[in-house]
């Protein structure tokens, strides 16, 4: 199940969506229901008892579990905003139990995101436990949306599968998993050099055929596709760029 709210589609092997900004109206009993259809694209529910009055504006509804509520009311709700015709539900947990959001996902069917509110610390947290989205407070600083935005696309194409369903769809998730490679790559980097100043022998002189030829097998069990054959001249090349690196930020240690 994925529910559309403006430009984002949440769920069903999308990518990770961070949601926020004045546009995302929380409906309260003091709140003028009429005046929510013209400029707002969704509202964000967490009275229980709203439930039926935010189903009938027609927009997407984000229920929010409230902190009492347990598993069963919290879909049950989700439920009644269906049966009273608007099946864009969106789940949104925000204490965070990321163990009940993973519940609530299984066995719901819909969409689950997370409320970080104006801290993106949990970010990456959720997005590997399987949210489908990220909720922040519209007046969240702008370095903590920029985290989370960096946390959906690179956790997210570590651990969330996609599906998609056109060239540019699956030439953005290509984007999405270089993003993710990159951040790997030199993080690799960085480790192979701290490796080059530990190494009795550094640079060229001290490759490990052995121990590469056990680094590509190990690969190859979580790579089928490529398996050894084809993993073997791609960690080559990375084996080797990191040497360079390592000859560029330590040139003495790397002549020796």
């Known amino acids: 199940m994925s529910v559309r709210i403006a430009d984002l589609t949440i769920g069903e ?42 189903a009938r504006l027609a927009l997407p509804v984000i229920l929010r579990r409230p902190r009492e509520a347990s598993l069963m009311e919290w879909l049950t709700a989700a439920d009644r905003c269906e049966a009273e015709g608007n099946p864009s539900v969106v789940l949104c947990e925000a204490v965070p139990d990321l163990a009940l959001m993973k519940a609530a996902r299984a066995e719901s069917g819909r969409p689950v995101i997370v409320d970080l509110g104006k801290d993106a610390v949990l970010a990456g947290a959720a997005v590997a436990a399987g949210a489908d989205g990220l909720l922040l407070d519209p007046d969240a600083p702008s370095e903590v949306v920029d985290a989370a935005v960096e946390d959906a696309r690179l956790i997210g194409a570590v651990v969330r599968p996609e599906a998609p369903e056109d060239l540019p769809q699956a030439r953005a998730a290509i984007d999405r998993t270089d993003a993710a490679l990159a951040v790997i790559l030199e993080r690799r980097a960085e480790l192979a050099g701290a490796i080059q100043r530990l190494k009795p022998v550094g640079g ?3 490759r490990d055929p052995e121990r590469e030829r056990k680094v590509v097998a190990a690969m190859a069990q979580r790579a089928p596709r490529l398996g050894e054959p084809g993993l073997r001249p791609i960690m080559a090349a990375v084996i080797e760029a990191g040497l360079h690196a390592a000859e560029r930020e330590w040139p003495a240690r790397a002549s020796r």
Request: glycine share 12%; charged share 15%; aromatic share 2%.
């Open 13 to 54: 092997g999308r990518p990770v969506a961070v949601l926020g900004g004045p546009l995302l109206v929380e409906l309260s009993p003091s709140v003028e229901l009429d005046a929510l259809a013209g400029p707002a694209v969704a509202v964000v529910v967490d009275d229980l008892a709203l439930v039926r009055a935010a």
């Open 204 to 206: 060229f002189a001290g």
